[in-house]
């Protein structure tokens, strides 16, 4: 799929789940919706910048995105964050006041954890997927 406009208009407010993968000209997304629990933005390779994100957001997957450096602060009832293959990605928003599940971070090789990161993780966490980090093991 490729999205031709390189930004989105302002979005319906009744908008739930939004999913928007393979828009490989979007560099930026409008404000996102006051009750959206689902944003899937997978392979957008230009997208530089992620919106507030709304406090009833449960899922954020935007994997393949390769010019994201940063994430915006997640809510606290975030649950599912897959920022994989973002290849320019730096660091992750803090997380620990969440009540996150699943968190997959593979391939991300600019991405900064550190042990005190690693051991301030939610104790809901389950799933941890850290494959292929190359900062996280030089800087401990």
């Known amino acids: 799929m490729l999205c031709w406009h390189l930004q989105l208009p302002p979005l319906p407010a009744g908008i739930s789940i939004l999913r928007c993968d393979g828009c490989n000209n979007m560099v930026r997304w409008p404000a996102l919706p006051a009750k959206l629990a689902e944003l899937h933005c997978k392979e957008c390779p230009r997208l530089e910048l992620l919106p ?6 449960k899922r954020l997957q935007c994997s393949g ?3 994201l450096t940063t994430l915006p602060a997640v809510p606290p009832g975030l649950t599912h964050l897959d920022c994989s293959r973002c290849t320019s990605l730096q660091r992750l928003p803090d997380i620990l006041h969440t009540c996150m599940l699943e968190l997959n971070c593979a391939g991300c090789p600019e991405l900064l954890i550190t042990l005190d990161q690693l051991r301030t993780l939610p104790p809901t966490i389950y799933s ?3 494959t292929g980090l190359g900062k996280a ?3 401990w």
């Open 52 to 57: 507030a994100l709304p406090t009833t957001l």
């Open 137 to 139: 093991w030089t800087n």
């Open 65 to 67: 995105c390769e010019a």
């Open 128 to 130: 941890l997927d850290l």
